[in-house]
Nanobody, 126 residues
Framework: VQLQASGGGLVQAGGSLRLSCAAS????????MGWFRQAPGKEREFVAG????????NYKDSVKGRFTISRDNARNTVYLQMNSLKPEDTAVYYC????????????????????WGQGTQVTVSS
């Protein structure tokens, strides 16, 4: 399985970015997909996740109402639309694919994710 994340960059506070994660190697539509992030000196944390069918989502509290996760299973791609960005959103963002297929639960625990992309840097200036 390969996950290719893209879309990061430098943006001013209040701006928007859309991250993409293209998956290949197994039927991506059978697996939960998640976005995590890691800021310098901090542990990796869950940001958002989406069920295999797209009907269930889960978010970190601090991004609710600002970030939206979605998926296009025909394109094997997951997106993270990030609006109203804040300096504290600065981090390397990673996409991840769930450990088990067709599980109708979106875990915030990174141990429940098996494959990881290479990360894309998001920097929000104040």
């Amino acid at each position: 399985v390969q996950l290719q994340a893209s879309g990061g960059g430098l943006v001013q506070a209040g701006g928007s970015l859309r991250l993409s994660c293209a998956a290949s190697g197994r039927t991506n539509s059978n697996y939960v997909m998640g976005w995590f992030r890691q800021a310098p000196g901090k542990e990796r944390e869950f940001v958002a996740g989406i069920s295999y069918g797209g009907g269930l989502t889960n978010y970190k509290d601090s991004v609710k109402g600002r970030f939206t996760i979605s998926r296009d299973n025909a394109r094997n791609t997951v997106y993270l639309q990030m609006n109203s960005l804040k300096p504290e959103d600065t981090a390397v963002y990673y996409c991840a694919q769930g450990l088990s297929s067709r599980i109708f639960r979106v875990s915030k625990n990174d141990n429940d994710y098996e494959y990881w992309g290479q990360g894309t840097q998001v920097t929000v200036s104040s």
